[in-house]
T-cell receptor, first 109, second 113 residues
Framework: GQSLEQPSEVTAVEGAIVQINCTYQTSGFYGLSWYQQHDGGAPTFLSYNGLDGLEETGRFSSFLSRSDSYGYLLLQELQMKDSASYFCAVAGGSYIPTFGRGTSLIVHP | EAQVTQNPRYLITVTGKKLTVTCSQNMNHEYMSWYRQDPGLGLRQIYYSMNVEVTDKGDVPEGYKVSRKEKRNFPLILESPSPNQTSLYFC????????????FGPGTRLTVL
């Protein structure tokens, strides 16, 4: 089967940088994705890493190390609107994605 | 506008009364799936479909049925709902597999009394 571990909660102040880690165990691996979900809303796609390294999209970056079964989402220049839950998701050998339990990011002024 | 729609958005029902939650996408995606989201448990996949007439179980399929007769529609059926199926349900679609970026519907909040 597949399993993912990510912190349940992270807090930071506006303007800061925060990193949300995700470690996974999977048989077969096709990629690590990140999704954002605001309270009461639908998850929305943020990024995807299929290969090792850093992917940058504006203020958000995502990193993957397949040898360490580890990835992270980096959020820079935090804004209040970044307060949300962030989920990592792994697609393993069966192409079925498994989501982590989510990290609640709280941004303080 | 490219989107995934679900209906109803909110539903309160009683144990044993069959219900269907509809899901439709207008992006010509091949892959569609259903998730349930419960506090502290993240998103768990119920069923998925790789294409028309092709469906398969996800991680938590017990008590649910699906069908994929047309590419755009993927209804979720609860034949005999029970209180432990009270949850927030999301339909999602992606281009060709669960590896691709998934587009989620707005969610259906179901309460089974």
């Amino acid at each position: 089967g597949q399993s993912l571990e990510q912190p349940s909660e992270v807090t930071a102040v506006e303007g800061a940088i925060v990193q949300i880690n995700c470690t996974y165990q999977t048989s077969g691996f096709y990629g690590l994705s990140w999704y954002q979900q605001h309270d009461g809303g639908a998850p929305t796609f943020l990024s995807y890493n299929g290969l090792d390294g850093l992917e940058e999209t504006g203020r958000f970056s995502s990193f993957l190390s397949r040898s360490d079964s580890y990835g992270y989402l980096l959020l820079q220049e935090l804004q209040m609107k970044d307060s949300a839950s962030y989920f990592c998701a792994v697609a393993g050998g069966s192409y079925i994605p498994t989501f982590g339990r989510g990290t609640s990011l709280i941004v303080h002024p | 506008e490219a989107q995934v729609t679900q209906n109803p958005r909110y539903l309160i029902t009683v144990t044993g009364k069959k219900l269907t939650v509809t899901c439709s996408q207008n992006m010509n995606h091949e892959y569609m799936s259903w998730y349930r989201q419960d506090p502290g448990l993240g998103l768990r996949q119920i069923y998925y479909s790789m294409n028309v007439e092709v469906t398969d179980k996800g991680d938590v399929p017990e008590g649910y049925k699906v069908s994929r007769k047309e590419k755009r529609n993927f209804p979720l059926i609860l034949e005999s709902p029970s209180p432990n199926q009270t949850s927030l349900y999301f339909c999602a679609s992606s281009l060709s597999s669960g590896v691709d970026e998934q587009f989620f519907g707005p969610g259906t909040r179901l309460t089974v009394l």
